[in-house]
């Protein structure tokens, strides 16, 4: 008989809601990360999560890579929707979305290719997103005055300073203050795209996909984390969708 198990992960729990084919619930299980033993688990889930918990507690991680990696389970990031939640209901959705096929937004991983690329890839991408949140604030406290503050001048510590001497003094005070965050913050960029860049080397198809029209190193190192193998698009329009906008 078919079974539909959904698990909402969490750090601290995780929910388990499990289905039968006409969509009646079975039995649902919250288990803390802290239990003993698997006599938590349902028998179902027991038998399909025994390799990822280790010293009596569960690790979330281990349980989304193992079950994905199986082919058994797919693994789903949920989006936001009004009304009521919480960790069971959100675990019936899970369980109800498989049974019925509607699951429509399924996260690829594969933990064990392009682990350390991916990680690399994140942290220049979160840090690239500070370093134009920093920028953005900067200009902001110009246009604010109605000074003048297009191109890329501003950024340059010499410009800013003269520029920056229109403003009040307690304005240029914070101006200094986000010059040098600024400062430090590209500099971590700098970092973080050398240790994207040398972990990219390490596979060869990245120098290979970087000899194609478009492709620069930096995009190639943020597409293949994302990518991993373009066998499992359907079409080469569905692969260069991704190629074309990793991040």
């Keep these: 008989m078919e079974r539909y198990l959904g698990a909402d992960v969490h750090a601290a729990s995780v929910t388990f809601c499990m289905l039968d084919a006409s969509g009646k619930q079975v039995r649902r299980d919250v288990i803390e990360n802290e239990w003993q033993g698997a006599g938590g688990l349902p028998e179902a889930a027991r038998r399909e999560f025994a390799p990822v918990h ?41 369980a109800e979305k498989l049974r019925t096929g509607s699951i429509d937004r399924p996260v690829y991983k594969d933990a064990k290719v392009f682990t350390a690329l991916r990680d690399r890839a994140r942290t220049y991408t979160m840090v690239t997103r500070d370093v134009v949140r920093v920028k953005s604030r900067l200009k902001s406290f110009f246009r604010s005055r109605g000074l003048s503050c297009a191109g890329e001048a501003l950024y340059k510590v010499d410009e800013r300073a003269q520029r920056a001497k229109a403003l009040p003094p307690a304005t240029r005070e914070v101006v200094d203050l986000l010059g040098r965050e600024l400062a430090l913050l590209e500099a971590l960029k700098a970092e973080a795209e050398a240790a ?39 079409t080469k329009r569905q692969f260069w969708r991704i190629a074309a906008s990793p991040s």
């Design 196 to 234: 994207m860049l040398r972990e990219s080397h390490r596979h060869r198809i990245a120098r290979i996909l970087e000899s194609a029209p478009g492709l620069g190193p930096i995009r190639v190192a943020q597409m293949l984390p994302i990518v991993v193998t373009p066998h499992r698009f359907r």
């Design 54 to 94: 280790r010293r009596g507690r569960v690790e979330p991680v281990a349980l989304r890579d193992s079950l994905a990696a199986r082919g058994r389970a797919r693994v789903y990031r949920g989006e936001w929707k009004p009304g009521q939640k919480n960790d069971a209901i959100d675990a019936h959705g899970l």
